[in-house]
C-alpha cells in the first residue's frame, strides 16, 4: 500500500464547474497535509495546507481533512482552464518529511 | 529576487560522468531538501538538511553525495552517473523541520545518455 494515494486520474471538468481531488494517506500519526500544483514542466507549488479537521478555504480553494478517515481533499469551485494542472497531495511526519502522492492532473475545459 | 533557485536548469551528460547541482535559497528558511521526480512524475525524498546538519538520508546510492556549507545553501553531486538517474531534481526549503509546506526551485532536468 503506497503511503499517499490520490485518485488516479485524469480529471476532467467544464470550467465553472467544481472539481474534486481526493488523498488518503497511511500513517496515523501524520500531522500536517498540503496541497501542491505543478504546471506542466514546472515545479510544485504550495496552494493550501492544512493541519486540522475540518475545512479551510482560501478564495477558490477548500481543503478538507478527516483525520479519523485518514483523508484529505481539494476543492476548486469555479473551476478555470488556468487551474489545469497536476494537484500533489503532500502528507508531513512528525520528522518532517513530506510524503507525496502520484499527483491528480485535472484538465479544465472552456 | 527568486526564492530557491538552482543550477543549472538543464544537464546532459554522458555515462559514467560526475556532475554537481547547486542550490541557494534566500528565504531565511532552516531546513533544505533534495527531491527526485521521475518520469511519471512521482516525487521522492533523497536528503534533508536542517541547519547544514543531514537529518533525513532515504535509500539513495552512495553515489549521490549532499553537501550543506550553510543554512542556505545545499549542492548534490553524483558520482559515476547512471542512465536511470535521468529525472528532475529539485531543491526545496522549509521555515523550519515539522509541519511547513515547502517552497521549490525551478528543478534541474538531468538527461544522462
Known amino acids: 500500500q503506497k503511503e499517499v494515494e490520490q485518485n488516479s486520474g485524469p480529471l476532467s471538468v467544464p470550467e465553472g464547474a467544481i472539481a474534486s481531488l481526493n488523498c488518503t494517506y497511511s500513517?496515523?500519526?501524520?500531522?500536517?497535509f498540503f496541497w501542491y500544483r505543478q504546471y506542466s514542466g514546472k515545479s510544485p507549488e504550495l496552494i493550501m495546507s492544512?493541519?486540522?479537521?475540518g475545512d479551510k478555504e482560501d478564495g477558490r480553494f477548500t481543503a478538507q481533512l478527516n483525520k479519523a478517515s485518514q483523508y484529505v481533499s481539494l476543492l476548486i469551485r469555479d473551476s478555470q482552464p488556468s487551474d489545469s494542472a497536476t494537484y500533489l497531495c503532500a502528507v508531513n511526519g512528525p520528522a518532517g518529511k513530506s510524503t507525496f502522492g502520484d499527483g491528480t492532473t485535472l484538465t479544465v475545459k472552456p | 529576487d527568486t526564492a530557491v533557485s538552482q543550477t543549472p536548469k538543464y544537464l546532459v551528460t554522458q555515462m559514467g560522468n560526475d556532475k554537481s547541482i547547486k542550490c541557494e535559497q534566500n528565504?531565511?528558511?532552516?531546513?533544505m531538501y533534495w527531491y527526485k521526480q521521475d518520469s511519471k512524475k512521482f516525487l521522492k525524498i533523497m536528503f534533508s538538511y536542517n541547519n547544514k546538519e543531514l537529518i533525513i538520508n532515504e535509500t539513495v546510492p552512495n553515489r549521490f553525495s549532499p553537501k550543506s556549507p550553510d543554512k542556505a545553501h545545499l549542492n548534490l553531486h553524483i558520482n559515476s552517473l547512471e542512465l536511470g538517474d535521468s529525472a528532475v531534481y529539485f531543491c526545496?526549503?522549509?521555515?523550519?523541520?515539522?509541519?511547513?509546506?515547502?517552497?521549490f526551485g525551478s528543478g534541474t532536468r538531468l538527461t544522462v545518455v
Open positions: 528565504l531565511g528558511h532552516d531546513t
Open positions: 492544512i493541519y486540522s479537521n
Open positions: 500513517d496515523r500519526v501524520s500531522q500536517s
Open positions: 526545496a526549503s522549509s521555515l523550519r523541520t515539522g509541519a511547513y509546506g515547502y517552497t
